[in-house]
């Protein structure tokens, strides 16, 4: 329907005041229920973001016929998205994705975002309803890939890349699926509770690779024993990831313990094939310079994270996006 509204209705121009008219007389002409002007103004976004589809599309639906020979021929005019190296191959799009799924992300204008999210759809298997909570979290904003795109390019075009600590982990973290307030952060063990209680939503915003393994981990040193409050495995950077809880802002002795963590991980946990832990610190607040001089001298694999039990209001999420862009 997107290909028949650019390609024959249109002429293949993008006429936006006579496109929307086109739309509502289409509307009329087929009067079928389903098929309204929001519908084919969604189509007609679909095959404009989507050109690199109209070949498997095609294949699919009219596969021998004339109609698609015709149709074809007339694809040939339309333009490739500017830089190939935000683009995945049709195949896995076609194959991976449904149309709600390539609905919503065609909704994006930035192509380095959309290629993110079609990305990270297809290797975490989000559901469309779990795709929409991650857009309207701002889920690209707040990954560390979104800093790195050369290793984001690398990913889309399935080249083989190093990853590092900082391009998996999320700043800060959107715990609003909890469905806890302040006021009920009463103790750590409440957070930490209610997180295993939704832990494949909580696994969904920490993002892909992440494996769960146990929880209050015990630690004997000398003669005294400590607990880690969530020990993860990321498998694809292939260590461990202790995840330390506060329900307070930052403190630097907070720091100094999950350390003596991770140091501990390294002598009697880690495997010969195993790369270094990593120690996630999540806080409800962090003064940056704080935060620089309690971990300077430290593990570089010590990260301190704010994190949310509600979704930003609008204006949090404008000056959020400000000092990212700024």
Wanted: glycine content about 4%.
């Amino acid at each position: 329907m997107g290909c028949y509204i650019v390609e024959f209705e249109q002429n293949g121009e993008d006429r936006a005041a006579y496109g929307e008219q086109l739309l509502k007389k289409l509307e009329k002409q087929l009067n079928t229920k389903g098929l309204n002007e929001r519908r084919f103004r969604e189509f007609r976004r679909l095959y404009l973001v989507y050109p690199q589809l109209k070949e498997e599309v095609l294949g699919y639906v009219m596969s021998g016929s004339g109609i698609r020979r015709s149709v074809t021929a007339k694809l040939q005019m339309v333009s490739e998205i500017a830089n190939n190296d935000w683009k995945l191959a049709a195949e896995k799009l076609f194959n991976r994705l449904s149309s709600t799924h390539l609905n919503a992300i065609s909704a994006i204008d930035n192509p380095i975002k959309r290629a993110f999210y079609e990305m990270e759809t297809i290797r975490g298997c989000w559901t469309a309803k779990e795709l929409e909570r991650q857009i309207d979290s701002l889920y690209y904003e707040r990954s560390g890939l979104s800093k790195n795109k050369e290793a984001l390019s690398a990913l889309v075009q399935q080249q083989a890349v190093q990853l590092q600590p900082a391009n998996v982990i999320n700043t800060p973290l959107t715990l609003e699926f909890l469905g806890l307030n302040e006021r009920a952060l009463v103790t750590e063990n409440d957070l930490e509770q209610a997180i295993l209680d939704n832990l494949q939503k909580f696994l969904l915003e920490m993002g892909h690779g992440f494996c769960f393994e146990a929880r209050q981990k015990r630690i004997l040193i000398d003669e005294d024993y400590f607990f880690a409050d969530l020990v993860f495995y990321h498998r694809i950077l292939k260590c461990h990831v202790i995840v330390d809880l506060k329900i307070d802002k930052f403190h630097h002795e907070y720091a100094s313990q999950l350390n003596m963590y991770l140091n501990y991980f390294k002598a009697e946990v880690m495997q010969p094939d195993d790369n270094p832990p990593i120690g996630i610190l999540l806080c409800t607040e962090k003064g940056d310079t704080l935060v620089r001089y309690a971990t300077a001298g430290l593990d570089p694999n010590i990260f301190v994270q704010k994190y949310k039990i509600q979704l930003p209001s609008e204006e949090e999420f404008k000056r959020f996006l400000s000092k990212e862009i700024g």
